[in-house]
Every structure is written in structure tokens, then in C-alpha cells.
């Protein structure tokens, strides 16, 4: 393992902070490492891996795939690709569907989409409005969305026409919005901001403001879709539509693909204005369509919400044992779990234990495990987050 370390620091880049393992294998919600050690697996790849590991149907679909044509360009029609908008299109309240690689890429077209909207209203309707502590990407454009100090400083000067407002407080969205706005972003949940979750009042107070100034709203799902949190989307939990929204991570249950959905009237993106070489190839579109028949068809939603509601119910459980827990809160199968101490020493403790949890921020764990996870494997989960806290 050493000599591996070694090689991979000399090779690549150090952008991230990595544990002692090397998964070489995964299946079902288990995950191995190169001791075939098991690891129970509550990170799920960042909620990407929404059918966990070689689900029969997804890998058999995707081998078939490969052997008829994984790429091709944009330049020709292929079936999975409009199979899988038909699904997306079909399953919200939008009407047209822009796809990518990524969430970050997935914003990008948002934050295009957005100013030519504004453009088409008033040269000077440019400005976007974010919320502090969320993440919306690392580009140029979702990162100036990015309402976080720590992740801009270094790459400044951002791009023009950014600004932010304090999240859950329509004070301070109305301080910044005005007649220039062209969108606001958010998270229904900030993710990586620390599981924190809008206030159901609030969403449709910003829907109300975004409607008196001729604003999108723009929702960021791309770590809260999929079913995550137990509806295909999260903002429908909220009684709120907006106008545009983005998807990535658990759209392609493991496969790199984004994608931007957005009502006719907004679809003002023509030939030429954006694109991508790789965008909705068929091969990770083929990935998008089983996932969402899995979760639409086979109706993997209903069971995400009743794993759910028994994940909430057992971690507020859990909170009423451990001193050490703060807060627990969340939506579905996207919980948070604040400690009054970091969650780093946990993080790696749960890792020696035999299970993989995500952090967010200096004080929070997150868990965002497969969307196929059982009632006995959360239980596992909780043994060993009792265990480990306990310990600690
Ligand atoms: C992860 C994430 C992104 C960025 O997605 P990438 O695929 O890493 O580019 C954007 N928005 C939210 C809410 C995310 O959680």
C-alpha cells in the first residue's frame, strides 16, 4: 500500500485529501478494499452511486451499450439520449433538457441560460444571486455561484455580476435583489454547506420574489435529486416549481453526466450558444434511463421513503444516546449529523469499523448511502456509529 501511495503522489495531482485504501471492488452497498476488507458504504461516491455496485440490470444494460456505441458526438441522433430526456421531461414540470458532464457543468449552463434570459429583458438584467455556504462547482461560473471564501480565494478575481444572500433569510435576499437580476441559485439542502436544510416558508417566499423581479430560480439538485431525499426531485417537497434545474451526481448512478431541465418559455439556449463534446453520449445517458426507470418504474422512490423515515427515526435515536451529537437533520436518505466536536477522528474511526462516511464542513457527517440500502443495513450503519462515537 505504501509503494502505491507513493507512486499515485508522484503521479497525480494533490487535490484531495485521501484515506489509506484502495477499493478495488463493490457490490450491493458494500464496497472492498485491496485486503477484500467489506466496507459498508454510506458515501455511495458522493450520492452518485444511487443503485450502489454491480446492479445486475445497470451493468448488463451498459455491457450491451458498449457493444453497440458508446460515442459518438452531438452531431447525430441516438436512442438513449432522447430516452432518457423523454423520462426527465416526462416525470417534471420541465419541458426541455440540456446535457452534460457534471453538476458543475450542469450550473454552467444554467448561469448561460440565465443571462441570456436576462439579456432578452435588459441588457443590464445580468446579476445572479447565490446563497453563502453553498457549492454549485469549481468552473469559473459555478464557482463565482460558490458562496464560500475558502474555495474562491485563491482563483480571484471571480466573475463579474455575483452576489449572495444569507441562506433561510428573505431579509437578506430582498437587500440584494433587484431589477438586474437575472437568477437566484440554491441548494433546497446545502450539501457540502453542512446538511442544511430550507425552511419550507422561506422557498416560497424566494419563489415569490424571484416571480416580482423577472427572475429564474434556479435549483441546484444536483446532490438532493435522484430520489435522494424521497421524491424525484427535492423541491417538490417544498411546494415550490422553479424555473430551472440542475442534476448530475446520482443521474448517471455512476456514470459522468449532468444535465439542465428547464420550462419552454426559458429554453432560449439555440445552436451555437453552449454545448459539450461528450454531453449525453449513449452510453452514460443509457446509464440515466435505467436509473430513472429504476426509480420511477420499479419505484425505488417509494422504498428510499420508507428507508428513509427509518434512518431519521433511528438517528434521532441515536442523537438521544450521544452526548456528542449536536443536531441531526436532513431529508430522506441525505442525513447530517453535527457534532459538538470535528468529524474527522469519527470519519476515519468509521473507516477502520468497517464503514464509509462523507464529511461537510468541519463539524458534520454526512450520510448519503446507496438509494437501494435495507432496513438491516442501516441498522449495521447505526451499531457502528454508536460504537465510534462512543469511543471517541
Ligand atoms: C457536487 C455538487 C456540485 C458539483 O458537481 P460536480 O459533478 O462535482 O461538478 C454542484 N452542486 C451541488 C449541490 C453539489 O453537491
Redesign the pocket.
Known sequence: MKHYMDESNQYIMNTYGRFEIEIQKGEGCYLYDQNDKGYLDLCAG??VNTLGYNHARLSQELKSQIEHIMHTSNYYYTRPQVEAAKLLVEHSPFDKVFFCN??????EAAIKLARKHGKSIDQEKYQIISMHN?????SYG?LSATGQEKYQSAFTPIVPGFDYAKFNDIESLKGVVSHKTCAVIL?VI???GGVQVADYHYMKQVRKLCDEHQALLII?????GMGRCGSLFAFSQFSIVPDVV?L??GLGGGL?I?AMLCKEEFAVLGRGDHGTTFGGNPLVTTAAKVVLEELIKKDLIAQVQLVGAYLENQLSMLEVECPMIKEVRGKGLMQGIELKCPAQPIIAKCLEEGMLVVGAGEYVIRLLPPLIITIPEIDKAIQILEKVMGEV
Open positions: 458522493i450520492a457534471s453538476g458543475t457543468e450542469a450550473n453553498s457549492f454549485h462547482g469549481r459555478s441548494e446545502q450539501g457540502e441546484d439538485e444536483v446532490q438532493t440542475t448530475a451526481k459522468p449532468g
